[in-house]
């Protein structure tokens, strides 16, 4: 079984800045990827950034420049760093990783979400 545990969300206002974490614990054998999605209401879950085993990012074009994706491979833990942040940032974050249980076995797993909140 694995968990992915998420926090750092919450209150800002416009221009200011947050960071996410999210830790994958468990049966993890291996990552492939991790990453965050958001979701603002009545919107889909749009894709913000990702963090390829292989060391490669991704961001959605609304957020580079602003966002910064992290990892720290020895803890499964990937982290958003979110600068200059705007109203139209509001969502909740979903963490995902894309992993290994075993070798022969790989499933995509979600956070819980975090809320963060953007002031004008």
């Known amino acids: 079984q694995v968990q992915l545990v998420e926090s750092g969300g919450g209150l800002v206002q416009a221009g200011g800045s947050l960071r996410l974490s999210c830790a994958a614990s468990g049966s993890v054998f291996s990552i492939n990827a991790m990453g965050w999605y958001r979701q603002a209401p009545g919107k889909q879950r749009d894709l913000v950034a990702t963090f390829t085993s292989g060391g490669t990012t991704n961001y959605a074009d609304s957020v580079k420049g602003r966002f910064t994706i992290a990892r720290d491979n020895a803890k499964n833990t990937v982290f958003l760093q979110m600068n200059s942040l705007k109203p139209e940032d509001t969502a909740v974050y979903y963490c995902?990783?894309?992993?290994?249980?075993?070798?022969?076995?790989?499933?995509?797993?979600w956070g819980q979400g975090t809320q963060v909140t953007v002031s004008s």
């Open positions: 995902f990783a894309d992993l290994h249980t075993i070798p022969t076995s790989r499933s995509l797993y």
